[in-house]
């Protein structure tokens, strides 16, 4: 499967944002799916995750209340509603996928299989 991550951008801290990740090549329904962030200097963090059949949902503690992730089924796309965003926010965004015969909830990168190109979140206080 292929990953293309979009929608980040430039924002001033409270601000919202809704990063999309459009997947293609493979059976959408098959994938659990997560997004990650990285910023400079630092390892790639968990963010949040969906199982396949999206009725499970994490998120990691430090984006709790204010980050929401979902999927459509039908438009083949993973996203990330992130709220009241912080200048911590800051990162780069990567949506990850892997294929899953279960509803389990992965939260681990070394879990996924399959990474989009990532997309530049910016905050500015």
Same mark, same amino acid.
């Given at each position: =499967? ?8 430039? =924002?001033?801290?409270?601000? @919202? ?6 997947? @293609?090549?493979?059976?959408?329904? /098959? ?11 630092? &390892?790639? &963090? ?6 396949? *059949?999206?009725? !499970?949902?994490?998120? *990691? /503690?430090?984006? !709790? ?22 200048? &911590? /926010?800051?990162? =780069? ?6 294929? /899953? =015969? ?8 070394? &879990? ?14």
């Amino acid at each position: =499967v292929q990953l293309q991550a979009s929608g980040g951008g430039q =924002v001033q801290a409270g601000g @919202s944002l809704r990063l999309s990740c459009a997947a @293609s090549g493979g059976t959408f329904s /098959d994938y659990s799916m997560g997004w990650f962030r990285q910023a400079p200097g630092k &390892e790639r &963090e968990f963010v949040a995750a969906i199982s396949r *059949g999206g009725t !499970k949902t994490g998120y *990691g /503690d430090s984006v !709790k209340g204010r980050f929401t992730i979902s999927r459509a089924y039908a438009k083949n796309t993973l996203y990330l509603q992130m709220s009241s965003l912080k200048p &911590e /926010d800051t990162a =780069v965004y990567y949506c990850a996928a892997r294929t /899953d =015969v279960t509803g389990t909830l992965r939260i681990h990168r070394d &879990e996924y299989t399959y990474w989009g190109q990532g997309t530049q979140v910016t905050v500015s206080s």
